[in-house]
T-cell receptor
Framework: NAGVMQNPRHLVRRRGQEARLRCSPMKGHSHVYWYRQLPEEGLKFMVY????????ESGMPKERFSAEFPKEGPSILRIQQVVRGDSAAYFCASLKGQGLQDTQYFGPGTRLTVL | DAKTTQPTSMDCAEGRAANLPCNHSTISGNEYVYWYRQIHSQGPQYIIHGLKNNETNEMASLIITEDRKSSTLILPHATLRDTAVYYCIGTSGGYQKVTFGIGTKLQVIP
């Protein structure tokens, strides 16, 4: 996990508020995945981004969720008008983007609690 | 990505080898077998990966059958800190959407 940073580690929001989760990839990595994990469940793919480009967002809910990975700065997962069902751990993983044998390195996660 | 099947849970005595199986009968020729583990509440940690040859690193060994339909992750001397959920996935690399199943919950017993 060394090198991939996520903040905040814990985030509490009331229903209807916005949540912004940040992920700083490892140095030299230009690709980022976001995953969501509900208690006692596996990781569910949400979105795969390259800098300034969304490669695959097929796992993202159609409404309220968006993600970006700008040329400068961290990747952001944004959840608008949060609901209780959004409470989960959100993990990002970064990789170099070299194709075959490109290992994902995960961050420590952000635990979102919606009151 | 290949669909993988793992036992839901396993126990292993401390100091003994932990052998975690994974079936991936639909794996295609260019898909690697990757293993990750997730220690409670932490981010998943990469362990090892392989294509068709057996692999070993400082953490574990990976034995892949000749037909590539299954593999076994071996932790040679399990410790209490190896208690975690272990995920086996098949993927052809970084440009693929990766699906993590529920994995195998390994409990190392003192």
């Amino acid at each position: 996990n060394a090198g991939v940073m996520q903040n905040p580690r814990h985030l509490v929001r009331r229903r209807g508020q916005e949540a912004r989760l940040r992920c700083s990839p490892m140095k030299g990595h230009s690709h980022v995945y976001w995953y969501r994990q509900l208690p006692e469940e596996g990781l569910k793919f949400m979105v795969y981004l390259q800098k300034e480009n969304i490669i695959d967002e097929s796992g993202m809910p159609k409404e309220r969720f968006s993600a970006e990975f700008p040329k400068e700065g961290p990747s952001i997962l944004r959840i608008q008008q949060v609901v209780r069902g959004d409470s989960a751990a959100y993990f990002c993983a970064s990789l170099k983007g070299q194709g075959l044998q490109d290992t994902q390195y995960f961050g420590p996660g952000t635990r979102l609690t919606v009151l | 990505d290949a669909k993988t099947t793992q036992p839901t849970s396993m126990d292993c005595a401390e100091g003994r080898a932990a052998n975690l199986p994974c079936n991936h009968s639909t794996i295609s020729g260019n898909e690697y077998v990757y293993w990750y583990r997730q220690i409670h509440s932490q981010g998943p940690q990469y362990i090892i990966h392989g294509l068709k040859n057996n692999e070993t690193n400082e953490m574990a060994s990976l034995i892949i059958t000749e037909d590539r339909k299954s593999s076994t992750l071996i932790l040679p001397h399990a410790t209490l800190r190896d208690t975690a959920v272990y995920y086996c996935i098949g993927t052809s690399g970084g440009y693929q959407k990766v699906t993590f199943g529920i994995g195998t919950k390994l409990q190392v017993i003192p």
